[in-house]
Every structure is written in C-alpha cells, then in structure tokens.
C-alpha cells in the first residue's frame, strides 16, 4: 500500500478502521475549539489576553484546515469511487466538489492573515463562524441520507409544498380583505399579511399580528388547523423515507459484513437475504465479556472483525474473524458452558433463537452448515485442548 493510499483511506466518509474514527474525533476536536474560540473572540469585554488566545487559536485552527484541505486534494486520485483521465483531473473534480470547496472556505481565514489582513472581535468571530459551520456540516453522519430522502421523496415534497404555498396565499389573502381597513399597517397589503399568515400556518404564533373581525378570526382558526395538518404530513414523509433509507443502508452494511463469513457464502443468495434481514449488528470494545457461562442460549454470534476468547476455566480458545461462537447452546437449547469475552475491539452478527429455527425450519442446510463448521472446527482445536462452544 503505497503513502499515498495510508493517508486517504482515514480520510473517506464513513470509513469505520481505527485511524478512520481517530481521524473524525481529531476533526471535530478541532472544530470544536475553532468554534468556542470564535464565539468567545466576539465578546466585546474580554480581557487582552484571552482575546489573543483566541485570535491565536483561531488561526491555527484556520492553518490546520488548509493543510488538511492540501492532503485532501493530494490524495484525491485514491477516489476509485470517480473515474477520471489522470490524477490532475481527479484533484480537479475534487476541488469544484462541495466537499472541496467547504474545505478551502474553511482555509480561508489563513489568506486573510497571510495576504496582510487581520480580522479581530466580532469580524473574526462572525467569519469564522460561517465559514466553519459549513465544514462541520460536511461531516454531518445523516447529510447525505437526508439529501437520499429528500430525492426519493420529492414527488410527494413537492405536493406539500404546493399545499403550503396555496394555504399562505389564500390566507393572506383573505386575512387583507377582512382586515384592511381595521389594520392597514398589518394587512394593508396582501404582501403585508404573508407575515401573519406563515406564523400562523407554521404554529409559530409570536402575536405580534392578530386578526379582529369575526371573518379574519375564523381565517386564522382555519390556518392554525391547515398548519398543523401540513406539517404533521411533511413529518410523516420524512420520517416514513428515513426509515426505509436506514433499513437499506443497515442491509447494506450487514450484507457486507456477512461476506466475511465463510459459513455463510455456502447458502445461496436467498437464504443469504433472508438471514441478512434478520442479523443485528453489534460492536464491542476490547475487553468485554459478550456472553457469560449459565447464560441462556438463545444467539449465536458470527465475528466480521476483531477476535474473541472462549473461556473457561484456565482455557482460553481465540476465534477470529470468520469464526462464530455459541451454535451449541442453539442447537441444544441449552446454558452456556463458556464466557467469551472480546480481546480486541470486534463487531459481531447476532443471529437470535427465533429467527435462527424460523429460517431453518424451510431451509435445513443452514443447521446443516452450522454442524459442518463447529464439527471442523472442533476437529482443529481437539489436538491443542478440548473445543469448546459456549
């Protein structure tokens, strides 16, 4: 793997290795103090010192995002997500992307001080504020799935949209008919009476602007109604796309995880779907004890990464990715006879009692498989110690 490769792999959105996280807390780490020093630096009673501190701090953060910003467009041509002609073609289709041009607004503080102008007070803080808000953004984790959602759901979007619209004009409308000649400062024009009519149909209310005749009262009685059930049905929508675009992203992710299972690789696409459908995933620190001997049996377990330790007594028997624990107290209905506990940080597939006999009761090879495996793999630990599956 070559330099170039070390560095980008952290770098991509949603990378899950270790340097991955390390690399997003650093970020945010850093984000975080820009931002608290940005919104101290614009407090107009600070003393001297801490004023410099936080000019100080601001700027080195701003130098710390343009060498990030530098990396990043070094690195670009890893992106084998993009298909370009050359390396210089990626680096350019970066730097025009959202994420490159967030990330050389975000550097833009150290031209300011490098081309001679420093901002102090309130215009740093101001600034910088803007600047990286947007950056924090870019990282936001449901960004792009709320980008997904709001595309698969545009149709129905912009159907309330057009709701919406409709229900704020024709309010507007009708409150300035009613109530022009009692209020013309508030409703002399229809453009006048939007103000009260979209803090009325968002439910915001500040009652700056209250209609007095009967006719205007009952409008906004209307309104108040038509708001809430427009947004409830926005609320709905959203909520309905999140949830499917959750569901797909989870069967996605356990997909892939399941791909590392040898046992699981034998069962053909349907049976594999279906079992994808019904693992959970779970992640574990180093450290932890997973399952404890008397346990009830009701899971096994399939590693995707990390290791673990069967224990019992003085024994101790590693399993590693690809290897899975707790078949027998399944099969058998039985306590555990074994604690495993993890030895390194691990993510697991959980596949509960239910599901497990529900998908094997029309599918025998899946009990099947789970017999093979455990057999082998007894047969390998037989000649070091007795094996033994919790």
């Not at 910003?69 to 350019?92: F, H, I, K, Q, S």
């Not at 996605?252 to 696409?269: A, C, D, K, M, N």
Request: with cysteine; net charge positive.
């Amino acid at each position: 793997m070559t330099l170039r490769e070390q560095v980008f792999r952290p770098m991509r959105t949603g990378d899950d290795s270790r340097a991955g996280r390390r690399w997003r807390a650093l970020h945010f780490c850093a984000l975080a103090v820009g931002l608290v020093s940005a919104v101290l630096s614009s407090a107009s009673d600070l003393p001297e010192r801490v004023e410099l501190i936080c000019l100080v701090t601001l700027h080195l953060v701003s130098v710390a995002f343009l060498l990030e910003y530098l990396v990043r467009l070094w690195a670009a041509p890893e992106d084998r997500t993009v298909v370009v002609a050359n390396e210089n073609a990626a680096r350019l289709r970066w730097a025009v992307s959202w994420n490159g041009t967030v990330g050389l607004l975000a550097a833009l503080p150290t031209f300011m001080v490098v081309s001679g102008y420093a901002a102090h007070g309130a215009e740093a803080a101001s600034a910088f504020c803007l600047l990286w808000i947007l950056k924090l953004g870019t990282h936001a984790p449901a960004a792009a799935v709320l980008m997904r959602v709001l595309s698969n759901e545009r149709n129905t979007l912009a159907a309330i949209a057009v709701i919406f619209l409709s229900v704020l004009v024709s309010s507007a409308t009708l409150a300035h008919i009613f109530e022009r000649d009692g209020q013309p400062a508030a409703f002399g024009t229809i453009g006048a009476s939007l103000w009260w009519s979209i803090t009325t149909l968002t439910t915001t209310g500040y009652g700056d602007v209250v209609p007095l005749t009967t006719a205007g009262r009952m409008v906004g009685a209307l309104v108040m109604v038509s708001g809430i059930a427009v947004l409830a049905l926005m609320t709905g929508v959203l909520a309905t796309g999140f949830a499917e675009e959750e569901k797909r992203r989870e069967f996605l992710r356990v997909w892939e995880q399941v791909s590392r299972v040898p046992i699981f690789t034998r069962l053909g696409t349907i049976t594999l779907s279906e079992i994808v459908g019904r693992l959970r995933t779970r992640h574990y620190p180093a450290r932890v004890t997973v399952v404890r001997r008397g346990d009830p049996g009701d899971s096994m377990f399939f590693i995707t990464s990390g290791a673990v330790e069967v224990r019992l007594d003085d024994r101790r028997i590693p399993l590693h990715a690809g290897g899975f624990f707790g078949e027998m107290s399944l099969l058998d209905r039985r306590s555990r006879n074994a604690s495993v506990a993890t030895t390194e940080p691990t993510t697991l597939l959980v596949l509960y009692a239910s599901d497990f006999y529900q998908i094997a009761g029309h599918n025998p090879a899946l009990i099947q498989a789970v017999e093979e495996e455990a057999a082998r793999r007894r047969a390998e630990n037989r000649a070091a110690s007795p094996h033994l599956t919790p």
